[in-house]
């Protein structure tokens, strides 16, 4: 990649202060909630049973609200309304039949569509935001402010603590050893980035995460920096949602006091951590993100319905005292208004969710839920991840995104799309075939 179109290119988010909280709402529960209430309530309703909808439907759902301003806020109102009137229907049923309308497996129902409508967002938007069709107040932020993208990097942490925030407490014992060898893929890829991108010259924002550090190194040490926390407190005995919130209030109390956003914002850069700073302190945040994540999981699982919405309202007013006397939210020092806010429209999205009446009742298909779009991309997260980012990456090292016109630059994003669903839907079926035989 030449210098000239790599200044172009990385040019694109300076002084980018993201969208409004309305519409960053809209935008979150569009992505994470609306989708699954429109297919229970509209879809399902005219093509019962036809489970290879799903990857057509949710990928283009999320390019929709994505591209078309303002589509988020009416798309999320239509959802509350139909949502309404499809429980009320559904409480009938379940009155007409005996049942109580809830499974064990609702942690899973409400968990799998949030995780899988997360990724495809993510596998959407790490290409689209290449080119100038793109909405830039989705992009990220460049100080302060909030978009679509910002969120959705602290939402995938706060969803990785739903998973795996469980399995650290559970196994608070297991050598911190065996949780850095769990941690080895993860690092090895944010290793092998850093050298193709170097390689490339391929284009990259310093002040996202800094010169070498990429999100694959956050997501790895989240998990063992808890797991010494929990160590820590062992002895300490704080409360858990306590001991989530530390972090993020240390980091806070050093970036205004201290003067840690001064320094974060200072373009000297002369040692290695100074070159990554962005990526060393915001794990502060982070971790707490994935420590707020794995502490929202236990209401999610046992359907507490009083605690998840007490979190939910609990992390909006933190948010706003936060963001109104404290500092601005700024993902770029993944401080405490930033954290505060991912597990407000997090936290939100989830409740929603989990108040859906049990959908897969009042669903004809017969596929299993791993089986579905959704579920395969959940499932295989990770996979689904990587090969979007070399998929990116081919594609930008192909062409010059910036210069493809609109009309090429959507057909080329729904196809990619519509094809990108299908590797982990292959893999599902390759691995069911080679059980049975």
């Given at each position: 990649?030449?210098?000239?179109?790599?200044?172009?290119?990385?040019?694109?988010?300076?002084d980018?202060?993201?969208?409004?909280?309305v519409?960053?709402?809209?935008?979150?529960?569009?992505?994470?909630?609306?989708?699954?209430?429109?297919?229970?309530?509209?879809?399902?309703?005219?093509?019962?049973?036809n489970?290879?909808?799903?990857?057509?439907?949710?990928?283009?759902?999320?390019?929709?609200?994505?591209?078309?301003?303002?589509?988020?806020?009416w798309?999320?109102?239509?959802?509350?309304?139909?949502?309404?009137?499809?429980?009320?229907r559904?409480?009938?049923?379940?009155?007409?039949?005996?049942?109580?309308?809830?499974t064990?497996?609702?942690?899973?129902?409400?968990?799998v569509?949030?995780?899988?409508?997360l990724?495809?967002?993510?596998v959407?938007s790490?290409?689209?935001?290449?080119?100038r069709?793109?909405?830039k107040?989705?992009?990220?932020?460049?100080?302060?402010?909030?978009?679509g993208?910002?969120l959705?990097?602290?939402?995938?942490?706060?969803?990785h603590?739903?998973?795996?925030?469980?399995?650290?407490?559970?196994?608070?014992?297991?050598?911190?050893?065996?949780?850095?060898?769990?941690?080895?893929p993860?690092?090895?890829?944010g290793?092998?980035?850093?050298v193709?991108?170097?390689?490339?010259?391929?284009?990259?924002?310093?002040?996202?995460?800094?010169?070498?550090?990429?999100?694959?190194?956050t997501?790895?040490?989240?998990?063992?920096?808890?797991?010494?926390?929990?160590?820590?407190?062992?002895?300490?005995?704080?409360?858990?949602?306590?001991?989530?919130?530390?972090?993020?209030?240390?980091?806070?109390?050093?970036?205004?006091?201290?003067?840690?956003?001064?320094y974060?914002?200072?373009?000297a850069?002369?040692?290695l951590?100074?070159?990554?700073?962005?990526?060393?302190?915001?794990?502060c945040?982070?971790?707490?993100?994935?420590m707020?994540?794995?502490?929202?999981?236990?209401?999610?699982?046992?359907r507490?319905?009083?605690?998840?919405?007490?979190?939910?309202?609990?992390?909006?007013?933190?948010?706003?005292?936060?963001?109104a006397t404290?500092?601005?939210?700024?993902r770029?020092?993944?401080n405490?208004?930033?954290?505060?806010?991912?597990?407000?429209?997090?936290?939100?999205?989830l409740?929603?969710l989990?108040?859906?009446?049990?959908?897969?009742?009042?669903?004809?298909?017969?596929?299993?839920?791993?089986r579905?779009?959704?579920?395969?991309?959940?499932?295989h997260?990770?996979?689904?991840?990587?090969v979007?980012?070399?998929l990116?990456?081919?594609?930008?090292?192909?062409?010059?995104?910036?210069?493809?016109?609109?009309?090429?630059?959507?057909?080329?994003?729904?196809?990619?799309?519509?094809?990108?669903?299908?590797?982990?839907?292959?893999?599902?079926?390759?691995?069911?075939k080679?059980?049975?035989?």
């Amino acid at each position: 990649m030449d210098d000239a179109y790599k200044a172009m290119a990385e040019a694109r988010l300076k002084d980018n202060t993201g969208s409004d909280l309305v519409e960053m709402t809209g935008v979150t529960l569009s992505l994470f909630y609306a989708p699954v209430v429109l297919k229970w309530c509209v879809v399902d309703r005219f093509l019962p049973g036809n489970a290879s909808v799903d990857a057509v439907f949710y990928p283009l759902m999320v390019m929709g609200v994505i591209q078309l301003p303002w589509a988020g806020v009416w798309v999320a109102t239509a959802a509350l309304v139909l949502h309404a009137a499809g429980a009320w229907r559904a409480e009938a049923a379940s009155g007409k039949d005996g049942g109580d309308g809830k499974t064990k497996k609702d942690f899973i129902y409400s968990l799998v569509p949030f995780r899988g409508l997360l990724m495809a967002m993510t596998v959407y938007s790490i290409l689209a935001v290449d080119f100038r069709i793109y909405p830039k107040q989705h992009m990220k932020t460049e100080v302060f402010g909030f978009s679509g993208m910002d969120l959705g990097v602290g939402v995938f942490v706060f969803s990785h603590g739903l998973v795996m925030g469980p399995k650290v407490v559970a196994d608070a014992r297991r050598a911190c050893v065996k949780w850095v060898q769990t941690s080895l893929p993860l690092c090895v890829c944010g290793v092998l980035r850093v050298v193709a991108v170097k390689a490339l010259n391929y284009q990259e924002h310093v002040t996202e995460y800094g010169v070498h550090w990429n999100f694959f190194f956050t997501l790895a040490l989240v998990p063992i920096f808890f797991r010494a926390l929990l160590a820590v407190n062992a002895v300490a005995q704080l409360p858990p949602v306590v001991l989530a919130v530390l972090p993020t209030a240390v980091h806070q109390v050093w970036l205004t006091v201290y003067g840690g956003f001064d320094y974060l914002l200072d373009d000297a850069r002369a040692s290695l951590v100074d070159q990554n700073k962005e990526g060393v302190f915001g794990l502060c945040g982070y971790t707490s993100l994935f420590m707020l994540g794995s502490y929202f999981s236990g209401p999610l699982r046992d359907r507490r319905a009083p605690e998840l919405w007490i979190f939910a309202g609990a992390a909006w007013a933190t948010f706003l005292a936060l963001e109104a006397t404290v500092q601005p939210c700024s993902r770029r020092a993944c401080n405490a208004a930033y954290v505060a806010l991912t597990c407000s429209q997090g936290g939100a999205a989830l409740t929603l969710l989990q108040h859906l009446p049990d959908f897969e009742r009042f669903s004809a298909s017969t596929t299993p839920p791993d089986r579905r779009y959704l579920g395969a991309v959940s499932r295989h997260g990770f996979f689904v991840f990587l090969v979007s980012n070399l998929l990116t990456g081919a594609v930008n090292l192909a062409c010059r995104t910036l210069d493809v016109a609109p009309f090429s630059a959507t057909a080329l994003l729904v196809v990619y799309l519509l094809l990108g669903p299908q590797l982990p839907l292959a893999l599902l079926e390759w691995k069911g075939k080679s059980k049975s035989t």
